[in-house]
């Protein structure tokens, strides 16, 4: 199993910057697609981004494209964020998430092991 732990959440003005970080347990972390999910209360929990454990290559949801960017450092079993230019709509409960394999299907990827989230709030 995977234990996932999200941190680096908290409060911030408008078109600052936070950077999130997913620690992740076992020392099979390279072996997994790791990505970033958002969920505002009462609406659904959306895709952010994603990375793949093979050659590290990204994806983004169109409404954070050029704003965020995600990477990670398989020899800390971590994953990271690097959230720029935060807008209002960005205020989210952060999760991390683990799908074991190499591939990613797309936004509808199912992943197994879920963190419990960390909560980013931007400020107008």
């Known amino acids: 199993q995977v234990r996932l732990v999200e941190s680096g959440g908290g409060l911030v003005q408008a078109g600052g910057s936070l950077r999130l970080s997913c620690a992740a347990s076992?020392?099979?972390?390279?072996?997994?697609?790791m990505g970033w999910f958002r969920q505002a209360p009462g609406k659904e929990r959306e895709f952010v981004s994603a990375?793949?454990?093979?050659?590290?290559?990204?994806h983004y949801a169109d409404s954070v494209k050029g704003r965020f960017t995600i990477s990670r450092d398989n020899a800390k079993n971590t994953v990271y964020l690097q959230m720029n230019s935060l807008k209002s709509e960005d205020t989210a409960v952060y999760y991390c998430a683990a799908k074991y394999g190499s591939i990613w299907y797309g936004p509808g990827t199912l992943y197994e092991y879920w963190g419990q989230g960390t909560q980013v709030t931007v400020s107008s």
């Open positions: 076992g020392r099979t972390f390279s072996s997994y697609v």
């Open positions: 990375i793949t454990s093979s050659d590290s290559s990204t």
